[in-house]
């Protein structure tokens, strides 16, 4: 199995910073992390994919939202298990709870299994 914890949010002045960071222990026989990544959801929304990291023996790949491009930085480390979002110039509208989220594949297939953290409170105000 993994398990993921997420740390770093807060209460943060539109225009200022904020760093959030995920840690993931893996038990999984046979499976890795493949891709590493960040969710949020607002009151009444749906959750929504903010940014990603996949790394394969052919290289990395680091998405984003179109509503984060350009603010949002995410990074992961090389052992694979921690990512972090460096978020600058926050909105009011980028308050929502964020998640950090794993997917792990077994080697030698296509399977996979995704898994989630508890969730960390960010707050921007105006």
């Known amino acids: 199995q993994v398990e993921l914890v997420e740390s770093g949010g807060g209460l943060v002045q539109a225009g200022g910073s904020l760093t959030l960071s995920c840690i993931a222990s893996?038990?999984?026989?046979?499976?890795?992390?493949?891709?590493m990544g960040w969710y949020r959801q607002a009151p009444g929304n749906q959750r929504e994919v903010v940014a990603s990291v996949t790394s394969t023996t052919g290289g990395t790949t680091i998405n984003y939202s179109d509503s984060v491009k350009g603010r949002f930085t995410v990074s992961r480390d090389n052992t694979g298990n921690t990512v972090y979002l460096q978020m600058n110039s926050l909105k009011p509208e980028d308050t929502a709870v964020y998640y950090c989220?794993?997917?792990?594949?077994?080697?030698?297939?296509?399977?996979?299994?995704?898994?989630w953290g508890q969730g960390t409170q960010v707050t921007v105000s105006s």
């Open positions: 893996v038990t999984l026989s046979r499976y890795r992390v493949r891709t």
């Open positions: 989220y794993a997917q792990a594949v077994r080697m030698f297939s296509s399977s996979t299994w995704d898994f």
